[in-house]
């Protein structure tokens, strides 16, 4: 019986990995810019269909999709920006929800009609493989799609540790004015910001989609647990999102193998309530 949790915690943490990536997006556009992307999860489907297409017609593998569409999210994020987004930053939080909720809608209704309702798969040739290590079995797709996540998410830490861009956007982040003060292109800085949220949400979709089925109306669900994950771990901070990410991923599992599969949101909102109770700033949130 212990082997049995053992295996749906690593299952967990795998999984969460991959929520950490995409909650990490929404996490670096919030902490930079201080807006809220209300249509986070359905740009992490628009990858999962994407790379769902790519897979069909060409047999590309998701783990070779992951650069080239995170380059391409990176992209729209930059271009959204500076064509609507840029307007928005600043004004008030209802202003931002309105636009970007009708952005989601928008997208979900293309997926809708391109697609239809019907959930698409990527079969991949070692989808029903697993390595056996002791007491673990564990899943090689779910395995190859955590440890990207984790080496994506290590490359944004050092992305905004050691690059002169990186400095420059923590520098916005710390002093806002300071940072324009000293020369800085803040709007050009945000546009950057905003393009690196999408492509971490796009490379989690193009990851997601090796463990999940794509359906337009997964949009919603993915940001509200990109919101979740946040939260627990803290506005703004791009560790705790990580965390957050497993947390969710761990709880997920255990209460999809204990109680019942319908029941793993409950957890999570569980979870969501009492982190906001004894820990309002989220786990590795700063102190205000």
Not at 1 to 5: A, G, K, P, T
């Given at each position: 019986?212990?082997?049995?949790?053992l295996n749906v915690i690593s299952q967990g943490i795998l999984t969460g990995l991959i929520y950490g990536l995409m909650a990490l997006g929404l996490s670096v556009i919030f902490g930079v810019m201080r807006?809220?992307?209300f249509a986070h999860g359905e740009f992490a489907v628009v990858a999962m269909y994407a790379t769902f297409l790519v897979f069909r017609y060409y047999g590309l593998d998701p783990l070779l999709m992951i650069l080239p569409l995170a380059g391409l999210f990176f992209v729209v994020g930059y271009a959204l920006h500076v064509t609507m987004?840029?307007?928005f930053v600043g004004r008030a939080e209802h202003e931002q929800f309105i636009l970007l909720v009708g952005l989601a809608i928008i997208m979900v209704n293309g997926l809708l009609m391109i697609f239809g309702p019907d959930a698409r798969a990527v079969n991949l040739p070692y989808g029903l493989d697993s390595y056996l290590v002791g007491p673990l079995i564990i899943p090689k797709a779910r395995l190859y799609a955590a440890v990207a996540a984790l080496?994506?998410?290590c490359g944004l830490f050092v992305f905004l540790r050691y690059?002169?861009?990186g400095t420059a956007i923590r520098a916005c982040v710390d002093n806002l004015v300071g940072a324009g003060v000293v020369g800085l292109n803040v709007k050009r800085l945000y546009a950057i910001t905003f393009g690196i949220g999408l492509a971490c949400v796009g490379a989690a979709g193009t990851l997601m989609v090796m463990i999940a089925d794509a359906e337009?109306?997964?949009g919603s669900a993915y940001t509200l647990l990109a919101f979740i994950i946040v939260i627990i771990g803290g506005l703004g901070s791009m560790t705790g999102a990580l965390v957050g990410g497993v947390l969710i991923g761990v709880s997920e599992a255990l209460a999809g193998f204990v109680i019942a599969p319908s029941m793993k949101s409950m957890f999570s909102f569980a979870l969501l309530a009492a982190i906001l109770v004894l820990r309002p700033q989220g786990l590795m949130g700063r102190q205000t």
């Open positions: 019986m212990f082997s049995l949790y807006v809220v992307n987004v840029d307007r080496v994506l998410a690059t002169r861009t337009p109306s997964l």
